[in-house]
T-cell receptor, first 111, second 107 residues
Framework: EPEVTQTPSHQVTQMGQEVILRCVPI?????FYWYRQILGQKVEFLVS????????KSEIFDDQFSVERPDGSNFTLKIRSTKLEDSAMYFC?????????FGPGTRLTVT | AQRVTQPEKLLSVFKGAPVELKCNYS??????LFWYVQYSRQRLQLLLR??SRESIKGFTADLNKGETSFHLKKPFAQEEDSAMYYC?????????FGTGTSLTVIP
């Protein structure tokens, strides 16, 4: 069964550095999402992406964040200048209709 | 406006006891409702969707349009059911997740 994949599984970076989190959605899916989960807390919606543009974003998704689908398979989340509070698990999800299917997550640690 | 409400942040039950995780939604159209489960430090996995009316791992959920609810139930909780449970609403355009209920099954 096809799955959403994410790389890396764990990323450690210094405050102020740029990071790019990568996701490979399920191949025939058209809608893509990023979610964030701070350790021990709920899953929070960041952004949804369809037809090469952002369709919705939360207030968490400020100017430090951007998303891109650079080719036919990858979907990336970039954080321009990381802060300590960006430390979290980042989940990618994709769907064709419903339901959404989630990736295994990337644990981002900002030191 | 909060479209999906899970009123219990934490829920503890004893092994073998019945469990019910509550979910209420707000949507004027025809909703599609889902339950997702997240075991410790893992991805969210689809557990149930109301359309399929199936039972997975002993869990069932019935959509009650009159009460706008989609509560998740299991008659006899098991230790391996300890996890985070998220209710989700699909409006045909967007997904909305509840804040989650952390279920702990006490041996």
């Amino acid at each position: 069964e096809p799955e959403v994949t994410q790389t890396p599984s764990h990323q450690v970076t210094q405050m102020g550095q740029e990071v790019i989190l990568r996701c490979v959605p399920i191949s025939n899916h058209l809608y893509f999402y990023w979610y964030r989960q701070i350790l021990g807390q709920k899953v929070e919606f960041l952004v949804s992406f369809y037809n090469n543009e952002i369709s919705e974003k939360s207030e968490i998704f400020d100017d430090q964040f951007s998303v891109e689908r650079p080719d036919g398979s990858n979907f990336t989340l970039k954080i321009r200048s990381t802060k300590l509070e960006d430390s979290a698990m980042y989940f990618c999800a994709s769907r064709e209709g419903a339901p959404q299917y989630f990736g295994p997550g990337t644990r981002l640690t900002v030191t | 406006a909060q479209r999906v409400t899970q009123p219990e942040k934490l829920l503890s039950v004893f092994k073998g006891a019945p469990v019910e995780l509550k979910c209420n939604y707000s949507y004027s159209g025809s909703p599609e409702l889902f339950w997702y489960v997240q075991y410790s430090r893992q991805r969210l996995q689809l557990l149930l969707r109301h359309i399929s009316r199936e039972s997975i791992k002993g869990f069932t959920a019935d959509l009650n349009k009159g009460e706008t609810s989609f509560h998740l139930k299991k008659p006899f909780a098991q230790e391996e059911d300890s996890a985070m449970y998220y209710c989700a609403l699909y409006t045909g355009n967007q997904f909305y997740f509840g804040t989650g209920t952390s279920l702990t099954v006490i041996p």
